[in-house]
Structures are given as C-alpha cells and as structure tokens.
C-alpha cells in the first residue's frame, strides 16, 4: 500500500486540474456525521461560482492563494493561512495555481 499524504494527493489532484476543462479537480478526505472535508485544486483564474453555505466553514490555503469574494468584501487567502467563509453569499478565485482545503460543518 502507498503512503499518502496531502501533499502528494494536492499534486495529483491539481495535475487533473490542469487537465479538465473547468480548471478544477477535488477529492473528499472527510465526511462524516458533522464534518466534510475537501481538498479542493484550482488552477490559475479558475471560479468557484457563487453559492451560499448553509453552516459554518472554513478554507485553508496549502499551495497558491486565493480569493474568496463575500458582497464588496474580498479576502485574501495565502498558502498557509485558513479563513472562516462567510454565512452570506461569496464565490472562491484561484489567483493562481491553488491547493485549499474547504471543511464543513454539517447541520
């Protein structure tokens, strides 16, 4: 059995970014009860289209940087640093070649 872990994961994952039309590939590492998380890879320019969350979450940056755009505001996520997303409104944009991991709190 091979070793995996996020890094090489994020790697293949953003590999089939690269390769599929929508710029973006993602893989479900946690679902549960409560819980989902989802390491998400998004090429450079890629959009998350707008949408509503419907409990808490979070996005972590672990390669790149993103935005992630809430009504006027526009928050920058850098590798390395998480962020809280908004309960309103928002959409995610990779400013470049980007690994992030979404966690969602379940209702």
């Known amino acids: 059995m091979a070793e995996m872990t996020l890094e090489s994961i994020g790697t293949h994952q953003l590999d089939a970014a690269k390769n599929s039309p929508n710029g973006r590939a993602s893989r479900t ?8 998380q989802t390491l998400m890879a998004l090429t450079a320019g890629t959009r998350c289209d707008e949408h509503q969350s419907e409990g808490d979450a979070t ?11 809430a009504g006027e505001r526009s928050i920058l996520v850098e590798e390395g640093t998480l962020v809280d997303v908004p309960p309103w409104r928002h959409d995610l944009v990779a400013d470049e070649d980007s690994l992030v991991i979404l966690t969602v709190g379940l209702g």
């Open 59 to 69: 996005v972590q940056c672990l390669r790149g940087r993103v935005r992630l755009n």
């Open 29 to 36: 590492l946690h679902s549960g009860a409560r819980l989902r």
